[in-house]
DNA sequence: CGGTACTTTCAATCATTTTTGAAAACCAAT
DNA sequence: ATTGGTTTTCAAAAATGATTGAAAGTACCG
């Protein structure tokens, strides 16, 4: 395979990964080229190898440095603005995660505090049934919050070694408990 | 509040989430009035609540049996349908994890094992640039997958307490490893 | 200043996804 | 095998989301 089909290929996929989680395509297609790309990019560059309009270039830049991923440079003595990602791997699920959680995830949780004040009176099986359904949901997004927030401070090697220690356990002890 | 009005903003709230996470909208209200449903409900019945036609209806129902999140009944003597949801948020959530594996993280770990096979007489720095990124993509993504695959096969209790663990720990060493 | 080289904005357009509704298929009871 | 209640399908319409392109904005330079 030559260098550019293979980007090619990874650009389409990783836009297509973006666009099944909520992430606009055409920014995943950018954070894609520019992760792959030694050097920064100007606009120009990236309008070209994404055929894509210089509004379109434009906004999802703004996005990805919005979200954290990517960074403008000056290079002196040249006017334009050059762009490139944060290339290591880790930071960037690390700073996906936190927007996420700040994003999506408070929200929901604060809804679920919110619904929880139900008035008393209505001691129907609909009521129970209901704030059950809540609180144990509101554990679980609360732990996976919880979660995310650790992988989000750990290092990465620290985070690793847990994982493993986690895999090893659960393989030793696969289908008894 | 009352009961109706706290439901309508939890399946207000869970929609929003989904959509944000690449779920219909839909779907994601049809899931939630079944989650707070003590009751299975008739298509009829989440025709209403939900204001939406009987072709949506039956779509998203369809799509949710199809995710493992909901089931068919059939109550005796009645001839119509009715849909219940797991009640069991753990599993629910072992579940979506189950299937999003599938059918997104698998693909691209496919892809970026294709892409590693780039033509080797090309030894250029955007060559390297690219082989890194992917490979370092790779340990991440591989990484998540088998983290996801240990958390679906995991006991909800054991799980917990593998995070408290790692939790109190981060805790102890905050800023210091 | 005024010109040049860019970046940003945003209303209009285009593309994609979702929803509808009516027709077809289904299926149990007569 | 016909009826009536029900589910399923799917082409067309509506809604939503993404993209364009041109005009307005900004900043640097002589």
Redesign the pocket.
């Known amino acids: 395979m030559q260098l550019a089909e293979a980007k090619e290929k990874f650009i389409q996929a990783w836009g297509a990964l973006g ?1 099944n989680w909520g992430i ?3 920014m995943a297609q950018v954070h894609a080229l520019l992760l792959v790309s030694p050097e920064s990019l ?3 560059a990236i309008m070209d190898a994404l ?6 270039a ?5 996005a990805l440095i919005d979200w954290g991923l990517v960074q403008k440079e000056h290079k002196s003595g ?4 050059y762009f490139y990602a944060e290339k290591d791997i880790w930071q960037v699920a690390q700073q996906v995660m936190l927007e996420r959680r700040k994003r999506e995830l408070k929200p929901v949780l604060k809804v679920l505090e919110e619904v929880k004040e139900i008035d008393p009176k209505e001691e129907t099986p609909e009521t129970k049934a209901f704030l059950e359904s809540v609180s144990n949901l509101s554990t679980i997004v609360g732990q996976a919050d919880k979660f995310l927030d650790i992988a989000t401070r750990a290092e990465r090697g620290w985070f690793l070694n847990t994982l493993i220690r986690m895999f090893a356990r659960t393989m030793k002890s696969d289908s008894k408990e």
């Open positions: 666009s606009n395509r055409t100007s606009a120009e055929n894509i309009s210089r509004g379109n434009n906004m999802n830049l703004r040249e006017r334009r603005e």
